[in-house]
């Protein structure tokens, strides 16, 4: 999983880096799910697992994804979507890209699925 945010856009307030401190959150079906947080990124990396979902899951529901800058004071969302699963995507094991999840801030996001 990684991001790639809008670097145009100052994030924080904290004048020594104004990067967003970067986590997705994830929800499918049963599935909720968070990622660490990656500070002052506009292109972070997680690769991390986040969870197992049946393949039908996959195939017949959007993931909903909120991408979201970490404050002390709270979490701005930079961007959220629904993400839908193509079957060659899944049993491929390729990157789902996505492009502008909710607007321009969030200008692609990817995942990636393993089969179990």
Known sequence: LKATIDSTK????????VAPDVYVE?????????TSKIDNEYAPVW???VGKVKAGVLLNLPIKVKVLD???????????C?????LNVLVSGNNAVVSDCG????????FKFTLQ
């Open 10 to 17: 100052e994030w924080d307030s904290w004048p020594a880096n």
């Open 26 to 34: 994830i929800e499918i079906d049963t599935l909720t799910a968070k």
């Open 47 to 49: 690769n991390e697992y």
């Open 70 to 80: 970490s404050d002390t004071i709270g979490s701005q969302t930079i961007g959220a």
């Open 82 to 86: 629904n993400i839908t699963v193509p």
């Open 103 to 110: 607007g321009t801030d969030v200008q692609k996001i990817y």
